[in-house]
């Protein structure tokens, strides 16, 4: 059934009069649009988000999160001298004064102003821009460093929690229910080497040695929307799984979605190289923006996590190819034998420039 932009708009303050409307973006979870309104002779882009609820299963607890922490922001930024309206997410509300709006067949919707000028990139074209997104989710945290954890629910519980990752893993690979388990051998035999590390993070929060910050979890490159003049990282974006966790979680997942010379699902390996440069640029970038934020003990993680991140992700997608691909998209049957792999060879280069990348950090953390 065809998408009624019209009418979805209809039910949001939006002024104008709707000109057009069109899927937009390469996301996966949602649906999105770019619409298009006309006020007075000027014209005005809002993104229409159909909320997919099959993942996110509490749209109402997850747009309280992204109302409250918008505000946050926009206070924050305006005090500042900034724009919020730029630099942050705005929602436009329903006519009714909420955030979002549940259609007769059941569709959670949302929308916001469009941030002209500025646009994300789903490859590095340009290197500057990688410390410029280090320098935005670098911010992103500091200016969510004073906002209080136990106003947001958790979007997705145990999100990061390594240790229970683990956990399904080991247990699909127990059940094995798809037959699978031989054909992945050596990647089994890769995460169960490293299962000492798995709760290492959890285990220093437990005992106070890391601090629970509000996280943005899913820190990929195309996260952050690049300035067309300035190539500054202008705002945080896909705020869905915004919730309490570790800036190790942000740090790490970053590095694990940039430093990859290859594609995600690459099938020549010899492709695949963990990228130093990268590591320095975006490391630069967001030391330089948490600068007397982060105490010398999560500083010195940096490198482990970026480790842990990429190792967690690859297990996802062993479990999941495991368990008969019920989770992540796939093309082809080894699709996500393919993407833990490529995640796989990441972590052994990691692991074998440590002592590098940890003279990067501490090189960057004192400038």
């Known amino acids: 059934m065809a998408t009624d932009l019209r009418e979805i708009g ?113 490859a590095v074209e340009n290197l500057a821009h990688v410390a410029s997104a280090g320098r935005a989710f670098g911010r992103f945290q500091k200016l969510l460093s004073d906002f209080p954890a136990d106003v947001l629910i958790e979007t997705i519980p145990d999100f990061h929690h390594t240790g229970r990752r683990f956990e399904a893993f080991t247990k699909a690979v127990e059940q094995d229910v798809k037959n699978r388990a031989a054909s992945a051998r050596p990647e089994i035999k890769f995460v169960l080497q490293r299962n000492d590390r798995m709760n290492v993070f959890v285990d220093l929060l437990a005992t106070g040695k890391l601090s629970q910050r509000i996280t943005h979890n899913d820190t990929k490159f195309n996260n952050v929307m690049i300035d067309d003049r ?30 990859n010379t290859g594609a995600e699902d690459e099938h020549d390996l010899s492709r695949v190289e963990f990228d130093i440069g990268i590591f320095e640029l975006y490391t630069r970038g967001y030391l330089e923006a948490t600068r007397g934020l982060l105490p010398q003990e999560e500083i010195d993680l940096l490198p482990f996590a970026a480790q842990l991140m990429t190792l967690e992700c690859g297990m996802r997608f062993l479990a999941d190819y495991l368990q008969g691909d019920i989770y992540f998209k796939t093309h082809t049957p080894d699709h996500n034998l393919l993407r833990c792999r490529t995640q796989f060879k990441l972590v052994k280069g990691m692991e074998d420039t440590v002592d590098q990348t940890a003279a990067i950090v501490r090189r960057w953390a004192q400038e």
């Not at 979002?100 to 929308?111: F, I, K, Q």
């Not at 500054?232 to 974006?237: A, E, H, L, P, Q």
């Open 10 to 122: 209809r039910q949001f303050a939006i002024h104008g009069e709707f000109i057009s409307g069109a899927p937009y973006g390469t996301g996966h979870i949602h649906d999105t649009y770019a619409a298009v309104y006309q006020h007075d002779a000027v014209r005005r882009r809002f993104i229409f988000q159909r909320i997919n609820h099959n993942v996110f299963k509490h749209p109402q607890g997850l747009m309280a999160n992204i109302v409250a922490v918008t505000s946050h922001l926009s206070r924050k930024i305006q005090a500042s001298g900034g724009d919020p309206l730029r630099e942050s997410l705005t929602l436009i509300p329903s006519l009714d004064g909420k955030s979002h709006v549940r259609t007769a067949t059941g569709d959670y919707w949302r929308v916001y102003v469009f941030i002209e000028g500025a646009r994300t990139y789903e």
């Open 230 to 259: 300035t190539g500054d990282g202008v705002c945080v974006i896909d705020l869905d799984t915004v919730m309490p966790g570790l800036s190790l979680y942000d740090f790490g997942d970053s590095i694990r979605s940039l430093a």
